[in-house]
C-alpha cells in the first residue's frame, strides 16, 4: 500500500489520478489533497477519500473548510500548507499536478523529504529542470519519459537535456486511440527517437527492460535474461 499525497486534486490530472486510486483502493491510499481555488470539490473529495490534511490557497477558504470538517482533517493555506502536504511523513509519493510555477517548491521539499514524486506538470522542468533533477537523482529518484500522443516530447527540452547529459530512466507510452494515427505510440519507436539523439543503444534497451523492471518494485523478476528468470522476449532490427 503507497500512500499518496495529491497536489492539485481538482483539476483534471487530480481527478483522474482519483480514478485511479478508486481502482486500486488496495495498492493507493489517499493521505493529502491539495486545490487553488475548487473549495466545494475539494470538500467532496475530502469527505470520499479522509486525507490526513488538504490544503488550499485561500485563507479564508480554508477556515470554512475546516469548519465544514472539525477536526478531524487538517486544513491548510497558501504554499506553506502546499510545502506541509508535501513533507507529510507518512507520504510515500507526492503526485505533483499544479498548474504553473507554483509546484516548484513542494517538488524540492518532498525531494530533500525523502518522498517519491511524479511530476505532471512541465512547468517545473522548464523553469528549474536542473534543480529539481540533480536534488532527485541524489535521492534515487527515477525518471520516465512517457510519449504517447502529440505535444508531449517537446524537442527543445530533449535538446537541453541531451546537452546537459541528462537521459531518462526509463521509457513509457501514453498510449491511447486517439493518439493510435500519430506515430508515437510504441517502444520501438521511442527508443529509435533518443537513439538519433545520440543516447547510448545499452542505455536505450536499459530503459525498457531492467531499469523499468527496477523501478516497479512489484516487478524485480523481470527486465533481464537470467537462467531461469520470467521475461517476454522482443528481437529489433536496428537499421
Known amino acids: 500500500m503507497k500512500n499518496v499525497v495529491l497536489l492539485g486534486s481538482t483539476g483534471s490530472i487530480g481527478t483522474s489520478t482519483l ?23 475539494l470538500l467532496e473529495q475530502t469527505l470520499k477519500y479522509q486525507p490526513a490534511a488538504i490544503s488550499i490557497t485561500d485563507p479564508a477558504k480554508a477556515a470554512e473548510l475546516q469548519s465544514a470538517l472539525g477536526t478531524k482533517t487538517q486544513v491548510h493555506a497558501g504554499n506553506d500548507g502546499l510545502l506541509k502536504l508535501a513533507t507529510l511523513p507518512e507520504a510515500d509519493i507526492v503526485l505533483i499536478a499544479i498548474v504553473g510555477t507554483a509546484g516548484l517548491q513542494p517538488a524540492l521539499a518532498a525531494i530533500r523529504a525523502g ?26 529518484v527515477w525518471f520516465d519519459v512517457g510519449n504517447g500522443r502529440t505535444g508531449h516530447l517537446r ?23 486517439a493518439s493510435k494515427t500519430t506515430g508515437v505510440v510504441d517502444f520501438p519507436n521511442v527508443m529509435s527517437k533518443f537513439l538519433l539523439m545520440g543516447m547510448p543503444l545499452s542505455d536505450v534497451i ?15 523478476p523481470y527486465g533481464t535474461l537470467r537462467a531461469g528468470s520470467v521475461a517476454d522476449v522482443t528481437i529489433l532490427e536496428l537499421t
Open 19 to 41: 480514478k485511479v486510486a478508486d481502482d486500486l483502493p488496495d495498492c493507493l491510499r489517499i493521505i493529502g489533497l491539495a486545490a487553488g481555488g475548487n473549495s466545494e470539490l
Open 206 to 220: 536499459a530503459c525498457v527492460t531492467q531499469n523499468a523492471a527496477r523501478a516497479i518494485r512489484e516487478f524485480h
Open 155 to 177: 524537442w527543445d527540452i530533449v535538446d537541453r537535456a541531451m546537452r546537459a547529459g541528462f537521459w531518462p530512466d526509463t521509457f513509457s507510452t501514453d498510449w491511447s486511440t
Open 115 to 140: 518522498k517519491d514524486i511524479a511530476v505532471a506538470s512541465k512547468e517545473i522542468l522548464v523553469m528549474a529542470g536542473g534543480i529539481v533533477t540533480e536534488a532527485a537523482r541524489r535521492r534515487g
